[in-house]
């Protein structure tokens, strides 16, 4: 079956680093990809997408390429801030008509410090 | 604004009781989904639902059950059989169309007293 793997955190920077958050996936058709992110007692919101192959989805200074052939995706960013402080989940959708099933990583917990 | 309402926030269950979680949007969203997080892991899928009054189950859906008469309401019940309930319920829902991403609500918190 279809299976996401993020690497193992927690992952701890100071602010203004460079964050890499790698995102490995199992799919037998073609997925879509996606990043959610999670602040603390909140539920997941959509940080960013994309449908295809070569396909780059960017939001808030945050971006991740659909690699089809290492079947990766992972998260970028140039300099975090204190705010990005939160739990990252990869997931992938496999499409069905009428909505589509996710499939999550474990999660990556990032710490900014000031 | 439109958004997935989960409430209560945070709930309290005794041994023995069915406890309903309530799930309601108004996105117009065919599809709805919940999930259980238990701490440092991702999300497991119970149940979901891409039509009113359909249903199929998810990866654990033992213990638990759904209902979908309305469009925009799809409450989880957590029954006495499961045996370890204590968890963080996120429900979401999402469009039509394959590559249409979930939108969440801001989840309950079941704890056993």
């Known amino acids: 079956g279809d299976s996401v793997t993020q690497m193992e955190g927690p992952v701890t920077l100071s602010e203004e680093a460079f964050l890499t958050i790698n995102c490995t996936y199992t799919?037998?058709?073609?997925?879509?990809l996606f990043w959610y992110v999670q602040y603390p007692g909140e539920g997941l919101q959509l940080l960013l997408k994309a449908t295809k192959a070569d396909d780059k989805g960017s939001n808030k200074g945050f971006e991740a390429t659909y690699r089809k052939e290492t079947t990766s995706f992972h998260l970028e960013k140039g300099s975090v801030q204190v705010s990005d402080s939160a739990v990252y989940f990869c997931a992938l959708s496999e499409g069905e008509t009428s909505g589509s099933r996710l499939t999550f990583g474990e999660g990556t917990q990032l710490t900014v410090n000031p | 604004d439109g958004g997935i309402t989960q409430s209560p926030k945070y709930l309290f269950r005794k041994e023995g009781q069915n406890v309903t979680l309530s799930c309601e949007q108004n996105?117009?969203?065919?599809?709805m989904y919940w999930y259980r997080q238990d701490p440092g892991q991702g999300l497991r899928l119970i149940y979901y639902s891409q039509i009113v009054n359909d249903f199929q189950k998810g990866d654990i859906a033992e213990g638990y059950s759904v209902s979908r008469e309305k469009k925009e309401s799809f409450p989880l019940t957590v029954t006495s059989a499961q045996k370890n309930p204590t968890a963080f319920y996120l429900c979401a829902s999402s469009q039509p169309g394959e590559y249409q991403p979930q939108h969440f609500g801001d989840g309950t918190r079941l704890s056993i007293l």
């Open positions: 996105l117009n969203h065919d599809a």
């Open positions: 799919a037998t058709g073609y997925p879509s």
